[in-house]
């Protein structure tokens, strides 16, 4: 059964402070509740349950622990002296305060949670239109690349379409020109006689002009480093290639594998030992 705590007191005309000495009890262990009529605290063992003389404004009361002393701040809903810190009445109306000051602050709750989810739909809803607003206008920022690209490539088609346009007139010039000029020289007298100047003729002459010459063809051959393996060369099998290849070397000379056409020998690895071979000896040649 929890022992009733330990207090002191003191009020002015705006509020009322309630000093309670916790005698090395920890913090963890100290609950503070209040109402608009009632007091509150457990501090195990210890139990303090005070019923207010008035109204209190729970809302702003504080409670700070300080050199082993929690003090509790009160406001008054009502600047003026009570004088006393209980409320004296018979047990049922002690019970009929409590029970109205507890309902009071239920309501309380339920509209401030009430408050609070309404608030958080509101903030959920603006967060939406905000991601929808943004989304709006990086959709409009796409379209309006794809119409400048679009508008881009047709004014580049129109451009070619132009250029070609111009390119067949001038050829369907040139070829009537051709014709003008060959019938000019079947009506003049000249020494030597008319030429042939057909239609097939004259688009000949052009094609031939407009055409490049034809490319020399070059032959070019490949010579490969002879390869015992049949399967690719890798980064990773190189050591144990060049160890299978060493330890069978007799082997593969006796069928030719490593000769040339020439008949040289073209193994590179053992091309490679011989040079290192040759090299250490003449380091230790120019050492002595």
Not at 19 to 36: A, C, E, M, R
Not at 108 to 128: C, G, M, N, P
Not at 245 to 272: E, F, H, Q, Y
Request: aromatic share 4%; hydrophobic share 30%; with cysteine.
């Amino acid at each position: 059964m929890p022992i009733n705590g330990e207090y002191t007191w003191s009020e002015t005309t705006d509020k009322i402070e309630i000093s309670i000495p916790l005698k090395g009890v920890s913090v963890k262990k100290v609950d503070v509740f209040t109402t608009s009529k009632q007091v509150k605290v457990s501090y195990s063992p210890f139990l303090l349950d005070l019923t207010l003389y008035n109204d209190i404004d729970e809302d702003r009361s504080r409670a700070v622990l300080k050199n082993g002393t929690l003090k509790i701040s009160l406001p008054k809903k009502d600047a003026e002296h009570w004088n006393q810190l209980e409320f004296k009445g018979t047990k049922q109306e002690i019970q009929q305060r409590r029970a109205a000051a507890l309902k009071e602050r239920e309501e309380k709750v339920k509209r401030q949670d009430e408050h609070l989810a309404s608030k958080k739909v509101e903030e959920e809803r603006r967060l939406t239109r905000q991601h929808m607003a943004l989304e709006e206008r990086e959709r409009q920022r796409i379209d309006d690349i794809k119409a400048a690209e679009k508008e881009k490539a047709e004014e580049a088609m129109h451009k070619t379409f132009a250029a070609k346009t111009k390119a067949n007139e001038i050829e369907k010039k040139k070829k009537s020109d051709g014709v003008d000029d060959c019938e000019v020289s079947t009506n003049t007298k000249q020494e030597h006689p008319p030429q042939d100047c057909s239609d097939s003729d004259v688009a000949d002459e052009i094609e031939e002009d407009a055409l490049p010459p034809p490319r020399t063809a070059v032959q070019t051959s490949f010579t490969h480093t002879p390869r015992l393996f049949k399967t690719p060369s890798r980064e990773s099998t190189v050591k144990q290639e060049k160890e299978f290849t060493l330890k069978n070397r007799d082997k593969n000379l006796k069928k030719n594998a490593l000769l040339n056409d020439d008949g040289i020998d073209v193994d590179p690895a053992w091309l490679n030992s011989v040079n290192s071979k040759v090299e250490k000896s003449i380091a230790n040649a120019r050492k002595d």
